[in-house]
């Protein structure tokens, strides 16, 4: 039997478990100085070969939209399931200026095509650039980007797919604990759906 609950849709519920992509946004403020944050409301918004956007939705009054307001800019870095501790630590309220990839001991390389760094000890990595911005509430504030560059691990290369899919062990966020923590979880065994099921994705 199902039960109706009280809507209080914050992403993050207790009553509902809702899985996350967990990723470390970086971006550069005015005078060049770098930012990195963790976001899980990272979603793919156009799969176009032409013209790919992402979405990214986040709280405005955080030093990640400040700074992509301010340059237009950004880059999504997926990390490993083995730097959950490095994604919790950038989520700490530091102040502004301050760069939380040298507390996570992570690493800054230059990114292909925009000013924000990329995230060495990470695997994948979208360099975007703003198309669009949306502003939902008085509180929220939601970028559509364009996806100008696309990096990974060469190791990962000339694996399969499903190589590519375990050995890259991706993480998945599902929300805090009532004691301020943070809840990942990773795979512990993949499932391949028969070739001849072939969902329509688009």
Same mark, same amino acid.
């Given at each position: ?5 009280? +809507? @209080? ?7 509902? +478990?809702?899985?996350?992509? $967990? ?5 550069? &403020? ?6 990195? *944050? ?31 307001? *301010? ?15 490095? +994604? ?9 200026? +301050?760069? @939380?990839?040298?507390? *996570?001991?992570?690493?800054? %390389? ?7 760094? #990329?995230?060495?000890?990470? #695997? ?22 364009? %996806?100008?560059? $696309? ?9 399969? #797919?499903?190589?590519?899919?375990? @050995? ?10 009532? &004691? ?10 993949? #499932? ?11």
């Amino acid at each position: 039997m199902k039960k109706s609950i009280e +809507v @209080e849709f914050l992403w993050h519920l207790d009553q509902l +478990v809702l899985p996350f992509p $967990v990723t470390i946004i970086t971006t550069v &403020d005015s005078g060049g100085k770098i930012n990195a *944050a963790p976001y899980s409301l990272v979603i793919p918004f156009c799969a176009s070969k032409k013209s790919p956007q992402i979405m990214l939705s986040c709280n405005r009054s955080w030093h990640t939209p400040q700074n992509i307001e *301010a340059t237009g800019e950004f880059v999504v870095n997926y990390p490993g399931a083995e730097l959950c501790e490095a +994604v919790a630590e950038t989520g700490r309220f530091y102040p502004e200026g +301050v760069n @939380e990839m040298e507390y *996570a001991k992570l690493t800054a %390389i230059a990114s292909n095509k925009v000013m924000p760094p #990329r995230i060495k000890e990470c #695997r994948q990595h979208l360099e975007c650039r703003v198309a669009q911005t949306m502003n939902p509430s008085k509180t929220q504030i939601t970028f559509i980007a364009d %996806i100008v560059d $696309v990096s990974i691990d060469e190791k990962f290369l000339g694996m399969s #797919r499903e190589e590519r899919i375990k @050995e890259i062990n991706l993480p998945v966020y599902f929300g805090p604990t009532d &004691d301020g923590g943070s809840v990942f979880g990773i795979a512990q065994e993949y #499932r391949l759906c028969s070739p001849d099921i072939k969902p329509d994705l688009y």
